[in-house]
């Protein structure tokens, strides 16, 4: 099963919805504020995707400015940053995409249309 991982008050989570709703692709929808993904969650879909680990940072977010993340980031290892993503899924990039062929981070239609081909 196909998990979208979401904010419901994102437009790019609701366009990404309405995507897979329009392919009639199945998944399950999980609120990334209420149910923030765990770090092994996080470190297990990075090493899927093979794609760099600042891809799953929500950088436009309030919060990473706030924390003055841009700075602290680069200097941790992989268990401390993502340890740090999965205290608050407004850290993570959305709409993140589990799909059993591959792994997105935000929505892009060619990027998501590729991983159900």
């Known amino acids: ?16 919805k309405a995507w ?10 999980r609120p990334i504020k209420e149910q923030n993904p765990t770090k ?12 760099p680990r600042q891809k799953f940072v929500n950088t436009s977010g309030q919060l990473y400015r706030q924390m003055s993340l841009k700075e602290k980031l680069p200097t941790l290892s ?6 740090l ?3 608050d ?5 959305r709409p993140l995409l589990i799909a ?7 929505f892009k239609e060619e ?3 590729q991983i159900f081909e």
Do not use: H, P, R
């Open 20 to 29: 897979l709703d329009e392919k009639g692709i199945s998944y399950e929808s």
């Open 40 to 51: 092994d969650e996080l470190m297990q879909w990075w090493q899927q995707s093979g794609l």
């Open 85 to 87: 993503l999965s205290t």
């Open 100 to 106: 059993e062929n591959g792994i997105a981070v935000g």
């Open 78 to 83: 992989d268990e401390e940053f993502f340890e």
């Open 1 to 16: 099963m196909n998990l979208l991982i979401g904010y419901d008050k994102c437009t790019t989570c609701k366009k990404a």
């Open 89 to 93: 899924g407004m850290l993570v990039k």
């Open 111 to 113: 990027q998501w249309q």
